[in-house]
């Protein structure tokens, strides 16, 4: 009997790592071809005049709403299903993150079908220069890529679990050149739906996070830009206050951000009224950030905006406005109906908060804008582990890849801090409410 356990034992563990090969290299090269596709667009998109920055966007996100409100329909009883475009009753179409989440440690429930309508609205939104990142594009592909395949047949069915979730962390891994942030990220999400941490999808998820960025380093791929911190602390005391204040702020400010983007998500208004105010507050938030910084800041998921902040040497007041303003912007496209990812624009906020603080700690702004840029995913995606592995993956001197990693820390609390008060707030404010009711 025992013997016969082992056996099933080393079966399954067999089947993990033959899918997680399988699904790392289909999900790379999926989310591969599909970012180039993006991220040309976002490059030429950098280089126009105000007038493309301002109208293009805008028409992207156009586009998105009528391919997934005009082309997409909701699926009724009674009725010939369309399950290329037929949404499930009350799923927010856009939200192409919640689909990973949803059928995490049950991937075959993954509806990997309405990937090619989704993708168009990925394409729309993120090509055309929108403030939404790649991230959640490339896991959300990733797996539906390797979904579709593992739908094929009987024995395709047993590796389709560790083929999706290797698809999905291969996919994050090619896009930032770190094989554990694609494992992390993946396993991360996956517990928010409470997915077992089993030997086997720990293994599928380190496979395809390693084929991932083996495949990036084998075509010499530059798909994201993360900053390195070059210069240390001066000081061990010194390391400590950047990182509470770093962490402190970029936290704060991302968690903010973050209950804004999922408030964004939920709002419900039909999709003209969403596009409407969302696409006019997105506009009027560029129009703003055009003018304190530069046109090229406002474009894409803010890797333009860390451009400008690295050669501007701007007042902490002014760094602290286009951060504010990147974060308005991305929750502006977000409500507006954009198809993407928060990741990379949070990533770019905490960046830029982190920098705000580097004239008065006399660090280098590199460092504070490596350690925002860590603090803002700790607490603005709630993703601490994977923020770990992005700052062991970018490097830097010891003492500075330390003070990094105690700004996760601090950022993942101060997120929680920020989210209690508004919280309590709100409660104050529904009790006076009542109060004078009474």
Not at 60 to 85: D, I, Q, S
Not at 351 to 372: K, N, S
Not at 388 to 411: E, Q, R
Request: net charge positive; hydrophobic share 55%.
């Amino acid at each position: 009997m025992r013997g016969r356990s082992l056996v099933s034992r080393a079966a399954s563990i067999a089947s993990a790592v033959l899918g997680a090969v399988l699904g790392g290299v289909v999900g790379s090269f999926v989310v591969i071809g599909v970012t180039l596709l993006l991220k040309a667009g976002m490059d030429f998109a950098a280089g126009r005049s105000l007038l493309y920055i301002v109208i293009v966007p805008l028409l992207g996100l156009t586009v998105a709403t009528l391919v997934l409100n005009g082309v997409g329909t909701t699926a009724a009883e009674g009725h010939e299903p369309h399950p290329w475009r037929a949404f499930p009753p009350g799923v927010i179409r856009a939200d192409i993150s919640a689909d990973v989440v949803d059928s995490a440690g049950e991937e075959e429930r993954f509806p990997w079908r309405l990937a090619p309508i989704r993708a168009l609205a990925i394409v729309a939104t993120v090509a055309s220069g929108g403030p939404m990142g790649t991230e959640a594009p490339a896991a959300y592909l990733g797996v539906a890529a390797d979904v579709c395949i593992g739908d094929r047949g009987r024995w395709l069915r047993r590796l389709l679990r560790p083929a999706a979730l290797a698809g999905g962390a291969a996919g994050v891994a090619a896009l930032m050149a770190i094989p554990l942030v694609g494992t992390a990220f993946m396993l991360e999400i996956g517990r928010r739906r409470r997915a077992p941490l089993s030997a086997e999808r720990v293994l599928a998820a380190v496979i395809g996070g390693f084929v991932g960025w083996a495949i990036n380093r084998a075509f010499d791929l530059n798909l994201i830009r993360l900053v390195v911190p070059k210069e240390p602390p001066a000081s061990f005391t010194m390391a400590v206050v950047t990182a509470v204040l770093i962490g402190g702020l970029s936290g704060a400010i991302c968690s903010l951000a973050g209950l804004a983007v999922n408030l964004a998500k939920k709002w419900e208004a039909r999709p003209a009224v969403r596009l409407a105010l969302g696409g006019a507050a997105m506009v009027a938030a560029v129009l703003v950030l055009v003018r304190i910084a530069n046109p090229a800041a406002a474009v894409g998921p803010g890797g333009g905006a860390i451009l400008w902040a690295e050669g501007a040497n701007a007042l902490p007041m002014t760094l602290l406005a286009v951060c504010i303003l990147r974060a308005l912007i991305t929750t502006a496209a977000v409500a507006a109906g954009g198809c993407g990812g928060v990741f990379v624009p949070f990533l770019a906020v905490g960046d830029i908060a982190g920098r705000v603080f580097a004239p008065g700690l006399e660090v280098g702004h590199d460092l504070a804008g490596a350690a925002g840029a860590a603090g803002g995913i700790s607490g603005g995606y709630r993703l601490p582990i994977t923020a770990v592995m992005m700052v062991l993956g970018v490097g830097g001197p010891h003492l500075a890849t330390l003070t990094c990693l105690a700004t996760v820390a601090v950022a993942f609390y101060a997120a929680l801090a920020a989210e209690a008060l508004l919280v309590r707030m709100r409660d104050l404010v529904i009790a006076r409410r009542q109060a004078l009711v009474h």
